[in-house]
């Protein structure tokens, strides 16, 4: 069964996709599991929290990349794997190419090492599509103050970076699709829900995966 990460900047409309595609795809009597990272386990969203407070401690970048890495090497344990042995989909809000994007172009770390790493933890599992929704930095960022003021919620320690590190993230998102063209689609955050879901529809149609129009 797919295993299908979402990618892209805070504010680019992934949980909105997601779950437009679990609706779908749940009427059309299809088993799928919905997960995200960092988290996805209880561990791991322990972890979590560490990672993206924004009072105590903060992580050094080496750190940060490791406690994400320990995240996901529970997360493909304990939960991916089992779904995709038991044929179910899998949706996964971010997996390894996040850790390339925020850790190797955002901080910085030898891309190679985060490369390493990633296999590491994940045993060699990866998404067999990952879909990037692409947004301006300008546009995350506004986004983001958006739902702050809607929501009362507070951006995290990583929303919080400044505008240059989201640049290297959406970046390196975009040199991993262009290097990947054949496992990853490209979708500009800019336009409607609507037109992303029939478009990402279209490509999952295109791929065999599902064979109902919607």
């Known amino acids: 069964m797919p295993f299908i990460a979402f990618e892209g900047l805070d504010g680019s409309g992934k949980s909105t996709l997601m ?4 609706t779908q795809l749940k009427k059309n009597q299809i088993s799928v599991v919905r997960t995200r990272e960092p988290g996805g386990t209880q561990l791991g969203e322990e972890i979590r929290e560490i990672i993206l ?5 903060a992580p050094t970048p080496r750190t940060e990349l490791l406690l994400y890495q320990a995240i ?3 997360h493909v344990d304990q939960k991916i794997r089992p779904a ?12 390894a190419a996040s850790s390339l994007a925020f850790q190797a172009g955002g901080r910085s770390i030898a891309e190679s090492d985060v490369l390493w790493l990633n296999s590491f933890s994940t045993q060699n599992l990866f998404p067999d599509l990952t879909v990037l929704l692409d947004l301006p930095v300008e546009k995350s960022e506004i ?6 003021q809607n929501t009362g919620i507070q951006s995290d320690r990583i929303e ?3 505008q240059d590190f989201h640049q290297r993230v959406r970046d390196s998102f975009l040199s991993q699709a262009k290097q990947n063209s054949q496992t990853w689609l490209v979708l500009d955050a800019e336009k409607s829900t609507e037109q992303l879901f ?9 791929r065999g995966w599902v064979s109902s129009p919607l």
Request: no cysteine; charged share 45%.
């Open 19 to 22: 779950n437009q595609l679990e």
């Open 53 to 57: 407070r924004i009072s105590g401690e």
């Open 72 to 74: 996901r090497a529970q």
């Open 84 to 95: 995709l042995v038991q044929k179910q989909w899998v949706l996964s809000d971010r997996f």
């Open 143 to 148: 986004r983001r103050q958006q739902r702050e």
């Open 160 to 162: 919080k970076e400044k």
């Open 198 to 206: 029939e478009n990402l529809w279209t490509d999952l149609r295109r």
